[in-house]
């Protein structure tokens, strides 16, 4: 029968012929309906012409296939010489079967057996991980072989984390761990299983960026752990270096003519762009500018407000009423939810040392502090001067900085937050932000002021502090304000759907970024420079390549609903 329209087909390559009284599939290609539909492929070659298989015809009698992912499932295909399932090729044979799998990233634990029924006891060595994606509307195929010859080495996303890029390499999206199946692949790309018991090694071998590699676990000999905690980068690359070697009796792919049991891979690291939609209850992660989500996370979200990244990649979001909820990579497992001492968070801010800060508004009036992992009680409650804190700005050494709308003022605690904090309030009036930059310089977005203005504060503060610049040109109902690595000062207006920048001393005009905004809110600078704008009046996120102001621009907008905030993995200065 044909394949069912979306169905994913794995298909077994077998390189050896079974005996003509197995099969029952008529030499027409028409197969009688069966559990898992059985259709005959075009015939595709399995094993180099001269190279003798690595797995010997019979001790093989069915494969198990045991899915992970959006749609979990098993299915067991016959290899045996009562297969009903199997039709010749020009060098073997193909056994095929159809899945209904939803679109998505999956893995799938291969077992191959000598009984036909695939009993526990007739496993042979232990299984094996593959990894795939099911894409909608695309015909998706697995195409496993058995005892063929390696003529190349991959690693493969186990998630929707990191893809293979088309020069090859892999592409990491954001920091953290990630995880990656080792494949060996014959001269036709079909991916090898079954053999001998395997070593697999993975290990950094040069480059710019520093990768952690996880060795794997015995039952799960090539599923590895690769892990990113550095900084962002636009161009910077590694390299990995990956090897296979015969760990145990039995048939060696590696001793075969040809073969290729060693290989490298170049991988990057490309930031992950997070976008809290408040209307929908939902974060979105974009990877690459790409407007289709990687992930949508909504498990223990309402009405999120504020997002940070912390240098593992783990996501800390604010969820109205009451918690902060953490993500870590890949963002689909049970989330940790802190709730102790958080009410109606309004801003999230990580230190150094990745502790976490937490602004509670909505008459609580603290700024709560939380030590990894998170799950006690605040390790500090910080009340003195808060008064419906609204944004919140860590130093290089720590200093806590809190704007404070109801009180007009920005307060500023040292660490370890206990003492008397310092107070900035000259000129100030419904500060709404605060932002810094490398030399220490503080900035204060002033929405109740007449005009709308931002303030620049130089240090060392005091409660004598005075404005060293008074910023208002082109400023209309700001947003989040950020300052990039170069000390440019970037305004969200949102009362003139424009994003203005500010280079110091901020006196002149600013150049005036537009263009697909309206009421822009909330701001982020990828390392390459990108702009990415927070549209809360047209549920988008616009980007703009540097230097801003061309008539050009991408959009963002599917699953992007009221956004709130953005953030970055790994972060930026914004």
Sequence with gaps: MNV?????????????????????????????????????????P???AGAAPSATPGAVAALSFSVAGPTPLNATVNLSSTATSCVPANTGTICQTALGLNPGTYTASVTLYSNANASPLSAIGTAQTVAFSVVAGLNNVVNLSVGTVPADLVLVPATAMA????????????????????????????????????NYTVSPSGGALTFAVTPPLASQPNLFTIAYAGTASATATA?????????????????????ACTDSVTVDVKQLLAVANSSANTVTLYAGAQNAPAVVIASGLVNPQGLVFDSNGDLFVASEPSSVVEYAPPYTGVPTTIAAGVNHPQALALDNRGNLFVANGNGSNTVTEYIAPYTGGPSATISGGVDDPVSLAIDAGDSLYVANSAANTVTVYASPYGGTPTTVSNGLNGPNSVALDSHGNLFASNLNSTPNAVLEFAPPFSSSSAPAAWITNGISEQGAIAVNANANLFVPNQGANSVTEYGAPYSGAPTTIKGGQSQPIALAIDAAGNLFVANYGNNSVTMYAPPYAGASWLTINNGVVNPQALALSPSTSI
């Excluded at 169905?7 to 008529?26: C, D, E, M, R």
């Excluded at 761990?177 to 395997?198: C, R, S, T, Y």
């Excluded at 270096?241 to 060696?252: D, E, I, K, S, T």
């Design 4 to 44: 069912p329209s979306g169905a994913t087909v794995i298909k077994v390559h077998l390189p050896w012929s079974l005996p003509a009284s197995a099969g029952q599939a008529p030499r027409n290609n028409v197969i009688p309906p069966a559990p898992f539909a059985m259709t005959t492929p075009s015939a595709t």
């Design 46 to 48: 399995t094993t180099p």
């Design 163 to 198: 893809v293979q890029n088309s020069a090859g390499g892999i592409d990491f999206y954001g920091a953290g761990k990630h995880e990656f199946v080792f494949e060996m692949l014959d001269a036709n790309q079909n991916v090898i299983v079954g053999g001998a018991p395997m």
């Design 239 to 259: 390299s990995l270096h990956l090897a296979v070697n015969q760990a145990g009796p039995g048939p060696n792919p590696c001793a075969q003519p040809a073969a």
